[in-house]
């Protein structure tokens, strides 16, 4: 039987490395800046009713309107496409926190947090105001906490419903609030990144310093080297 080749072996050596390859740390990333995208998308429509002095046209709410119905009423296989990249995002979270580190408590737990509030938001507020406004029965709806509480005064039970520019600023503001969380994952995304950077920099510098025949001995070696004999 021939020995096995350098080039067989050196496959599986590829293969048996594949494992320390796992969890991926891009699954995070990659979900939470597909999200950023699909809001950056919306930041036009939004701008006017939140970031602008002066006031949008009368035919702005109806334009946004309709644009939002339509959004809302897009095929099947996108509303599944967005839960499917929102599921690949908490797994890449979840994979990273089995027997975390120190590192991955931290940064990773945070990060966590942040993901699952951006996930609440879209559920109550982004998901709930798009159905209100596709289905047009804005006086049916209400903030949340005003019938319990009252709001500027109003006794509990005398509250005015958000009317449809209301909702429609509303609706920005999640998106806005959305954003922000995202953003806050990745700026931790990036700590974690750096931290262990600084890590294994600092961990290899000893192994450097001790390694036989490195750093100041390789000079002096080029320097023996370099001599010209008379």
């Not at 950056?40 to 046209?57: H, M, N, V």
């Not at 993901?115 to 949340?144: F, H, P, Q």
């Amino acid at each position: 039987m021939p020995p096995p080749s350098r080039h067989s072996s050196s496959s599986v050596v590829r293969l048996v490395s594949l494992p320390s390859q796992f969890p991926p740390t891009n699954l995070r990333p990659t979900a939470t800046s597909f999200f950023l995208g699909i809001l950056f998308s919306l930041f036009p429509y939004d701008y006017p009713l939140l970031w602008t002095a002066t006031p949008p046209p009368d035919t702005y709410f109806a334009t946004l309107e309709t644009h939002l119905q339509f959004l809302h009423a897009s095929p099947a296989i996108i509303p599944r496409i967005l839960h499917i990249v929102i599921a690949v995002g908490l797994l890449g979270f979840l994979i990273k926190l089995y027997r975390p580190s120190e590192s991955n408590m931290l940064f990773d737990g945070a990060s966590l947090v942040l993901y699952m509030c951006g996930v609440i938001v879209y559920m109550a507020n982004i998901v709930k105001g798009l159905r209100v406004i596709s289905s047009g029965k804005y006086d049916t709806e209400l903030v949340e906490g005003e019938l319990a509480v009252g709001v500027k005064g109003v006794p509990a039970g005398e509250e005015k419903p958000l009317g449809r520019d209301d909702s429609l600023k509303v609706l920005a503001a999640s998106n806005t609030i959305l954003a922000l969380v995202l953003m806050g994952v990745l700026v931790l995304q990036a700590g974690q990144w750096y931290a262990e950077r600084k890590e294994r920099q600092e961990m290899e510098r000893p192994s450097k310093e001790k390694a036989p025949g490195g750093g100041k001995a390789k000079e002096g070696h080029k320097g023996t080297n370099g001599k010209k004999k008379i």
